[in-house]
């Protein structure tokens, strides 16, 4: 069983950053691919970036591509969402995902792939 927290959302302004972490349980955090989805009100859950645990590849929507950093330190059990140049239509709320342990199915896009969901927060950005 793995438990994810995330934290570090808040209230911006447009154009600003923030860093969302996400502090996982479990001994085997290596070994999980992570992700961060989002909801913004009255839309469905979209896919906002992905980390591989088995080469360290990478993956992010095209909306945030440029502007989105996902990183992970393993030695803190713990995933990182760098946000920069935010804009009003970033505002929702951000879900770190968990896929594992091991090798999983579909694309890193899909929420599926993940069995392990934190509870979200709330990031706004102001225009």
């Known amino acids: 069983q793995v438990q994810l927290v995330e934290s570090g959302g808040g209230l911006v302004q447009a154009g600003g950053s923030l860093r969302l972490s996400c502090a996982a349980s479990?001994?085997?955090?290596?070994?999980?691919?992570m992700g961060w989805f989002r909801q913004a009100p009255g839309k469905e859950r979209e896919f906002v970036a992905a980390?591989?645990?088995?080469?360290?590849?990478?993956y992010y929507a095209d909306s945030v591509r440029g502007r989105f950093t996902i990183f992970r330190d393993n030695a803190k059990n713990t995933v990182f969402l760098q946000m920069n140049a935010l804009k009003p239509d970033d505002t929702a709320v951000y879900y770190c995902?968990?896929?594992?342990?091991?090798?999983?199915?579909?694309?890193?896009?899909?929420?599926?792939?993940?069995?392990?969901w934190g509870q979200g927060t709330q990031v706004t950005v102001s225009s």
């Open positions: 995902a968990a896929g594992g342990p091991g090798p999983r199915r579909g694309p890193y896009s899909y929420p599926s792939r993940y069995n392990y």
């Open positions: 479990g001994r085997t955090f290596s070994s999980y691919d």
């Open positions: 980390d591989s645990w088995s080469d360290g590849s990478t």
